[in-house]
């Protein structure tokens, strides 16, 4: 079997690497992010490596665990590297929900960083 593209290997590498640090200690995905760095969680915007640590670091939740079913990578014509994802989360005693999930990676100085990342729960609201 021939070896997948290198995006592929680097997005699917940045995916495992930033939920197995979301779900054990979020604290370290501050190495992730820089000053320049945005982020949209359920349509509210940060920006910056603080503000973006600040939301992820207290979000009303004592334990988490994500279970990535399907990811999708693709290069940029401008050397990024672009990963949806799809997945389940479960938080606490609460019941298993789905959320997708899309990062754009930059490569600065030999690290890939995320560059934007947005968030979304899989909630539908046919009301």
């Known amino acids: 079997m021939a070896e997948k ?11 495992q690497h930033y939920y197995q640090q979301f779900d054990s200690n979020r604290v370290l995905l501050a190495d992730l992010y820089t000053e320049a760095s945005c982020l949209t969680w359920e349509g509210l915007g940060f920006q910056g490596k603080n503000a973006i640590m600040e939301k992820l ?10 279970s990535i079913t399907a ?3 693709q290069p ?3 050397s ?3 990963s ?7 938080v606490d005693d609460d019941p298993v929900m789905g959320f997708h999930q899309l990062f754009l990676l930059k490569n ?8 934007n990342d947005m968030f979304r729960l899989a ?5």
């Open 80 to 82: 990024c590297v672009i």
């Open 76 to 78: 940029t014509p401008d």
């Open 84 to 90: 949806m994802v799809v997945g389940q989360l479960k």
């Open 5 to 15: 593209p290198m995006w592929e290997q680097i997005g699917a590498g940045f995916v």
């Open 108 to 115: 600065i100085d030999n690290k890939w960083i995320c560059s």
């Open 123 to 127: 909630l539908h609201n046919f009301g």
């Open 57 to 66: 670091t207290n979000l009303p939740f004592q334990k988490i665990q994500h």
């Open 71 to 73: 990811q999708d990578h």
